[in-house]
């Protein structure tokens, strides 16, 4: 049973640029949730996909932007980038109940680092 | 708002000494989930436990142990017979139920694990 797989692992980039980060859930998974974890701290919500839509939101500016694809997997954007958006994103995927909303099982992270 | 409260920056213990993790909590809201996440050097979230508002009953699974308190907004993690292997950070987090509620997790800033042998 594969679980929540993320791409790349580590990525450097310079100040301005945009980066793209994937994420492909855990087997049977419909959902996916995208968090930044800054050094030291806990990880923050950014956003959850379901069904190819944005459901929730955090307080992230635009700049930060995903897309899910029909296979439920997930794209995070970041444009114009900041040093500030140093950190590590972590791509956690649920199963969306009629009842509850199951349990989030995380990735192992891309660790982003802006120069 | 919703909050979480991990005071414990770092803990450091020896090797099969007890061990408790503490958890504060703040919401106004009557249906929420609190659990429990430890993140090892890899980096990778481990989902540990997870407790409905409703169900104050303690858990024990092998040497962990988890405490819910409603009164206090506690939710207190506890390894017994700590070993190596269990140094990590852990996390405690909070999902609030309900309309306009999707299942985002709002995370303490964690605690620091070191069992030295």
Same mark, same amino acid.
Request: charged residues 20%; aromatic residues 16%; without cysteine.
């Given at each position: 049973d594969a679980g929540v797989t993320q791409s790349p692992t580590h990525l450097i980039k310079t100040r301005g640029q945009q980066v793209t980060l994937r994420c492909s859930p855990k087997s049977g998974h419909d959902t996916v949730s995208w968090y930044q974890q800054a050094l030291g701290q806990g990880p923050? !919500?950014? !956003?959850? #996909? #379901?069904?190819e839509e944005?459901?929730?939101?955090?307080? !992230?500016?635009?700049?930060?932007?995903?897309?899910? !694809?029909?296979? #439920?997997?997930?794209?995070?954007?970041?444009?114009a980038l900041l040093l500030g958006d140093s950190a590590l994103y972590l791509c956690a995927s649920s199963l969306i109940r009629p009842t509850a909303t199951d349990t989030q099982y995380f990735g192992p992270g891309t660790r982003l680092t802006v120069l | 708002a919703q909050k979480v409260t991990q005071a414990q920056t770092e /803990? $450091?213990?020896?090797? +099969?000494?007890?061990?408790?993790? &503490?958890c504060v909590y703040e919401t106004r809201d009557t249906t929420y989930y609190l659990f429990w996440y430890k993140q090892p050097p890899s980096g990778e979230l481990v989902f540990l436990i997870r407790r409905n508002s409703f169900d104050e009953q303690n858990e024990i699974s092998g040497r962990y142990s988890w405490?819910?308190? +409603? $009164?206090? $907004? @506690?939710?207190?993690?506890? /390894?017994?017979? @700590?070993?190596?292997? &269990? $140094?990590a950070v852990y996390f405690c987090a909070l999902r609030i139920e309900g309309p306009g509620n999707t299942g985002k997790l709002i995370f303490g800033q964690g605690t620091t694990l070191q069992v030295k042998p």
């Open positions: 923050q !919500f950014i !956003f959850q #996909y #379901y069904e944005e459901r929730q939101r955090g307080n !992230f500016p635009d700049r930060f932007s995903g897309h899910q !694809f029909p296979n #439920y997997s997930s794209e995070l954007n970041v444009n | /803990i $450091s213990v020896v090797e +099969k000494e007890d061990v408790t993790l &503490d405490n819910f308190q +409603k $009164s206090t $907004s @506690s939710f207190n993690f506890t /390894i017994t017979a @700590s070993q190596v292997v &269990d $140094s």
